[in-house]
């Protein structure tokens, strides 16, 4: 009789640690999946900030290409105002800017001829 209840008493912990080995595979499985949607949220916040840092660059640079236009337009109309006023100096001066530009030719042409 009580190899009978020693008996019946391990079968029914046998039982039972069967319902917690598939409790604990039940974890485990709800764990995979926790996991899985984890990875899977982190990896779409990195693709968020990615696209966040490239829509900033792109922004930047548009900024950056706007203030060089902006530079370069500056500079265009600061030297179409200077040849104006040359060409003005010329018409006024012809002489004068004659004799500058002989002036400046002979400068130049001693300085390529080598002579020191």
Same mark, same amino acid.
């Given at each position: 009789m009580a190899e009978a209840a020693a008996l019946k008493t391990t079968k029914s912990s046998d039982?039972?640690?069967e319902a917690e080995l598939k409790d604990l595979y039940a974890?485990?499985?709800?764990?995979?999946?926790?996991?899985?949607?984890?990875?899977?949220?982190v990896g779409e916040v990195g693709k968020a900030e990615a696209n966040r840092a490239v829509d900033t660059a792109?922004?930047?640079g548009k900024e950056?290409? /706007?203030? %060089?236009?902006e530079q370069v337009d500056a500079l265009r109309t600061q030297a179409e105002d200077y #040849? $104006?006023?040359?060409?003005?100096?010329?018409?006024?001066?012809?002489?004068? /800017?004659? %004799?500058?530009?002989?002036?400046?030719?002979?400068?130049?042409?001693?300085?390529?001829? #080598? $002579?020191?």
């Open positions: 039982k039972s640690h974890m485990l499985d709800v764990l995979k999946a926790d996991m899985k949607e984890l990875t899977r949220t792109k922004a930047k950056v290409k /706007a203030a %060089g236009e #040849g $104006r006023a040359t060409g003005q100096y010329v018409r006024e001066n012809p002489t004068a /800017a004659l %004799g500058i530009a002989a002036g400046l030719g002979l400068l130049v042409g001693f300085m390529l001829s #080598g $002579r020191r």
